[in-house]
């Protein structure tokens, strides 16, 4: 049995990434426990493992393992708590606690058989909620899940006799509160969140102190009245994960699956979960919804992209939903959930779909490589989220315009102890109160000691504003139709009409205008505070770009070379760097004198770029794709290069 250290590793350690799936019997889906047909699992978990499968999440079915029934005596009053036959619960063993022997010895049997073809098991415990079906025990239906104490205990006794019996097998790597606990009932705050999150969490530790304890939510929130925070899961567990399917995220789904934003959710997300929470973050299940948003081609090009891009930006790894097509149950939730029945990396007559060749693929790669861990890769920035603003539209649209720009950087909230940058980012302002008036004071401290901050306004209003930024606003009014923007930034004409809430007519005073609307009035300014600037931009470019279409695809207006104008000088500090906006890049030290390079084509259009290498480097290999023979680098439509360059 691997010790608990080396067993945590994978995803805790940084640099990491598991490649695996989420899993149910093909024969079966959520019905496998009750139809409990081994030879069938072994023969699912022999192929997954021969097509690079190495990490599952799997789901104990919660009335499957945890059967208790009610019953009633007069007046509706509950007699005891009993099983399906009408017999009470034993005072001893693990039926006292209503837990199954006959299930926990089939988990016991499926995890020896993960085990025996050497995949990693992540195991969702309280398992109540899965694809559209709430699933609970009879003794429990009706009840507020999250909040009701009775259904609270008995997940504590799910929790405690489980992880007791299963701790030793070796095959677990991690323990998971459950599959999207958050939706199996209402909180009223996120009070309530907490402590459910803090008892499963203490349950678990108590009987397994050795495993990572992995979240296993979506839509967990920045904005501090959420009733799901991302702080709070951060708190109470070792692993925060994200599910980033365009189809059920706001602002999502809105571009084709194989274009840029679409592939960045997970990383913005992932990314954002870990930066705000300071823990590891899980890219834990994602996928596309069915044949009615991508065809396989597609969707195999959507794989191969994300699994490079969540690699390079360090999400801990890629979970497909799911292992194998449920499409011919008749029992619900397939009944009924439309876009649950082909989703599976291998058909129900066991044909391997091209997705499933792209984690083969990603699998082997990441095997060869000379370094089991990627190092951290290189941030220029602190993207800022404050209140008042919809801090998802924000972080999303930002984490693109920054990749499309050239940079990385890492989210705060306001609030958060300032982390030292070079450069600060405030998108999209909103509110009379966006943060304290300490807080802006620090950003300024940071300023007159030579860094950059950039800020854009959505009707925001700051505790000063004229004297930092070297202006003067004569008056703020509702603004009368569009804004106009034009400009040329960063060596590029840029122009287009956008909204904002309000119109600041600005006196510049010593402010430089870096560009201007039609009547002449600045929209755009660089200020010199102390030994740093301050930009200003008076439109939420970042919320204006989240709801529109196709902004940042092929043709549109080059609304990132607003970030690169204010990034220019530390983008000359990188050892590789090319203009093209659809090629993202990240920069990872191995030392001071060798870095990878990870250069994503994420475009569906074969590109051409142009890199641009430091003095006193130079590219020494290639770690994935063809080696350049200069510094004209080919990229393949959604598809790859690593390099590795090292110092003369």
Known sequence: M???????????QP???????????SHAGTHMWRDWRPEVIEKDLQQLSENGIKVMRVFPLWPDFQPIHKVYAGEGGVKYIGWANGQPLPPTGVGANGMSEEQLQHFEAFAKLAQKYNIKLVVGLITGWMSGQLYVPSALEGRNILTDPEALVWQQKF????????????????????NECNVMGKVDNHHQAYVWSAMLAGAIKSADPTRPIVSGMHSLSAEDNAPWRIEDQAATTDVLTTHPYSLWTKYASQDGVNTMRTILHAAAETRLYGDIGGKPALTEETGVMGPMTGGEKEKAAFARTALFSNWAHDCMGTLWWCAYDQLSFAYPPYNYASV????????????????LGEFKAFSGFLDQLPFKALPPRKTEAVCILTEGQDTWAVAYTSFVLAKQAGFDFKFQKSGQELAEAPLYLLPSLKGIDPFRKDYWLKL?????????????????????FNEPLGVNVTTNAKRRGQLAFAAKLAGKNVKFSTNAERKLSIDPKQATVLAKEADGNPVFVKTAYGKGHIYLLTFPLEQNLTTQTGAFDAGQPAYASLYRELARPLLAERVLTQPNPFVGVTEHAVSDTEKVVVLINYSPTNVS????????????????????????????????LVLTLRKK
């Open 340 to 355: 649950e029945g082909e989703l599976g990396l291998i058909k129900e007559d066991r044909t391997v779909k091209p997705v």
């Open 15 to 25: 640099g990491t990434f598991a490649v695996g799936c989420n899993y149910w019997a």
């Open 159 to 178: 929790i405690t006799t489980f992880v007791h019996r299963l701790k030793n097998q070796p095959a677990i790597l991690a323990w998971d509160f459950g």
């Open 2 to 12: 691997l010790g608990g250290r080396a067993r945590a590793q994978l995803l805790t």
């Open 444 to 464: 300024l401290e940071k300023v007159q000691a030579g860094a950059t901050l950039y800020m854009s306004l959505d009707d925001a209003y700051l505790p000063t």
């Open 609 to 640: 770029t142009t890199a641009q290498v430091k003095n006193g480097w130079a590219v020494a290999g290639s770690l994935y794709g063809p080696k350049p023979s200069s510094l004209s680098l080919p990229l393949k439509a959604n598809d790859a």
